[in-house]
């Protein structure tokens, strides 16, 4: 475990945090006015390699060198020129710091750190952090690399958890969820919704499955599976028989045949490491899933779409009331599949360029 000291006085800023790896939604900016939660669970911290926030450059102002140096391979909007390495805790693990009034930033209904860090440290008024919590963000404190250090603290250090104790006891993430939105005339509302972090999951695993297509068709398992992407490859690949396979697999799972071109697998959720089959062979692509979204996908819960009639057994899932579902297809989320497809080597392929080009310039038809 660790706890950050301010680089400039040494103040403790946090409480023990133990480290676990970057959720694939904390870049995410989700809908229109809606109540987020927190990122991080509370006594954790994750590392973000790329920088976050202002100042910005745009795209024609930086040389090819130096953004492939940076790990982006194709065109964006722009880049950030801050201070990469930015430590993401939970709010509720902050300690030592004050907000800084003129570090509001053009939020709408909280601080959204678009001007910097905006929180100090009490004791030497050193700018250390930036808090999150605007609506559509979600709520996290980015803890700045080069103003603050981070100690070793005493306590248990525990081993991660291993690939077959996480497939037993991990917290699988529903696709589902109500989206709680700021109160208007009537107050409170919500909406039920496809999960944000399965839109924003399916973003970056679109992304591999794209470079593991080779730009041919490609096959997912049907079901759940096929909700989240099959419409979207079929959108952006060739049309045709498909030529690629995909599979779930994963700690549990039977052994992949021989043949399989692409397997879906968990992301441990500690060590940030995809898991890898025994065997792998050179011409098999492993796309990357957070772990909750791949355990739902492997097992997903019942959900029977007609109320069963007669006497519903002590041991069966009540099916009245239906668990509520969201009234449109699944969409992965747009900057996250951009977001990690500019940072692939293989987005310079002429091929996937003419897709990120057809999708930025809305000359194709978009699965998003």
Partial sequence: MFVFVCAGCGAELTTPLSQVSLPAHARQNYGNGAQLPVLMQSGTFAVDPDPWGGPWRMWDEIDPGEAEARGIYAPVYALSDSTPGASVIAPGDIRGTRLIPDKRGGACCGLDGADGPNMA??????????????????????????????????????????????????????PFEPIATWGGRLGPNHYWSWSPQWEAAAGQALAHLLVASQGQPVKVPGGLTADVFQRALDTLLPA??????????????????????????PIHPQTGQTWTPTSPTAATYLVPLPLGMWLWLVSPQPYLPIPASGRIPQDVLRDDPLPPRPNYLFRADRETFHHTLVRLPAVRSPWLLTILENLTQGTSANPF
């Fill in 121 to 174: 440290c009490q004791a030497c008024d050193l700018p250390v952090a930036t808090r999150i919590d605007d609506c559509s963000l979600w709520q996290a404190v980015r803890l700045s690399s080069d103003a603050v250090h981070r100690v070793p603290a005493d306590g248990i250090h525990a081993a991660p958890l291993s690939w077959a104790e996480l497939a037993e006891t991990g917290d699988r993430t529903p």
């Fill in 240 to 265: 045709g028989p498909p030529k690629r396979r995909a599979i779930l697999a994963g700690p549990g799972r039977p052994s992949p045949d021989t043949g399989i071109d692409i397997l879906l697998v």
